[in-house]
């Protein structure tokens, strides 16, 4: 990851947050929903105090030139990007592979541990944060804590026009319960080569030790993931729910129904249990 302090011009990074505060006034953001797929079908989970708005909604634009605006005319800087990160295999320019995401959280939104990019369809190469919070001080929460596979967290203060830069098929990442409001603006890139078969299918050559390297580097750790960091998932989840509430539950439930069935394969569950050993924490 890479933090860039004082990215924007300092005019244009308060107008941005001008203007998700003007969205919030407006009721312009809308509670943070997430559908995932369950056998059951698709399970709605709201994160209580997020609120956001996707910028490719039309009522949004209506409502935030300024968004509207970059969300159309990113193309230079996307390129740019592109150019300098050739590595990463950004798709070069183009509304439709780009997202713009504005967010407002307070009285202790949360997001638990996650990818940004979990998997197909997803197309996410890149995830690029503003922060735009001038007065936040120490204990107004809402940092976003980092943890590399089988690595160390590293948190990060949502400090006013602060950039960070990470790979959203990846990084893990969580934020820690904002007390005192906060916003942030959140851009994401598509790549040309995200979620291709070797990064999205685990595969019994990898199941040993000499594969360790490839998966920390690698989109690979997805498929591990969740039962790596069972403990601190389930941690997450409970920060972000709250700690008894039908989303929790139903939360909670469909986490250690992926990590049972998981573990259901015994070359599975034996190399999880050397990669748990492998956590510095
Ligand atoms: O609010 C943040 O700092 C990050 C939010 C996040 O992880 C996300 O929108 O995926
Ligand atoms: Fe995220």
Known sequence: YVIIDDFWPAEYAQAMRDAILALHKVDGLAPNRVSLATSAGPLVLTKPHVFEADMHDKTAQALCPLFADFLDNADAFQTALAQRLPALKLVPAGRQSRTVKLQFNEGGGA????????????????????????????????????????????????????????????????????????????????????????????????????AIPLLTGSPLQRSVSRAVYSDLYEESLRACFGADSADLRKALALHRAHVKALLQNQALADFVAELKSRRPF
């Open 111 to 210: 997001f638990p541990w996650h990818y940004d990019n979990p998997s197909r369809p997803n197309a996410r190469r890149l995830t690029i944060l503003t922060y735009l919070n001038p007065d936040w001080a120490p204990g107004d929460g809402g940092e976003l804590e980092l943890l590399p596979f089988l690595g160390e967290p590293t948190r990060i203060e949502p400090r006013m026009n602060r950039v960070l830069l990470f790979l959203a098929d990846e990084l893990l990442h969580k934020v820690i319960p904002a007390v005192q409001r906060r916003m942030v603006f959140t851009l994401w890139l598509d790549g040309e080569a995200t979620n291709t078969d070797d990064v999205v299918h685990l595969k019994v050559k990898h199941l040993n030790p000499d």
